[in-house]
């Protein structure tokens, strides 16, 4: 008898072999990666400039829970404004760059 966690990822690899499905999932991995990374930069910066959540609150005009919430809990979506903004706070720039050598991830599937 398989595990509950056995049974997701058995059923995420059948689906994976759907293109369509596949191609949404990597997109969604890749949106999920990027915004961890960036949220996990950000409060590296925040504590390296030895600022609290609510005195990077205050500079940026915002509610302190509001940036507690986006800096500790998980799942967060902030917007790319909100993050360009607390980035600019702590001296630092957002700056795309490409995930690997192989593209776009969003090339047509080819059935």
Same mark, same amino acid.
């Given at each position: 008898?398989?595990?509950?966690?056995?049974?997701?990822?058995?059923?995420?690899?059948?689906?994976?072999?759907?293109?369509?499905?596949?191609?949404?999932?990597?997109?969604?991995?890749?949106?999920?990666?990027?915004?961890?990374?960036?949220?996990?930069?950000?409060?590296?910066?925040?504590?390296?400039?030895?600022?609290?959540? *609510?005195? +990077?609150?205050?500079?940026?005009?915002?509610? &302190? /829970?509001?940036?507690?919430?986006? @800096?500790?809990? =998980?799942? !967060?979506?902030?917007?790319?404004?909100?993050?360009?903004?607390?980035? *600019?706070? +702590?001296?630092?720039?957002?700056?795309?760059? &490409? /995930?690997?050598?192989?593209?776009? @991830?969003?090339? =047509?599937? !080819?059935?």
């Amino acid at each position: 008898m398989a595990t509950s966690g056995g049974v997701f990822w058995e059923d995420l690899a059948a689906d994976a072999a759907d293109a369509q499905f596949a191609r949404r999932y990597e997109l969604e991995s890749v949106r999920i990666a990027t915004i961890d990374a960036l949220v996990n930069q950000l409060d590296e910066a925040r504590q390296a400039a030895g600022m609290s959540k *609510a005195a +990077l609150a205050r500079e940026v005009g915002s509610d &302190p /829970t509001v940036v507690r919430r986006l @800096l500790s809990a =998980p799942g !967060v979506n902030p917007t790319l404004g909100t993050v360009a903004q607390l980035a *600019a706070v +702590l001296g630092l720039r957002l700056r795309l760059e &490409p /995930t690997d050598e192989s593209g776009p @991830l969003t090339r =047509p599937v !080819v059935a």
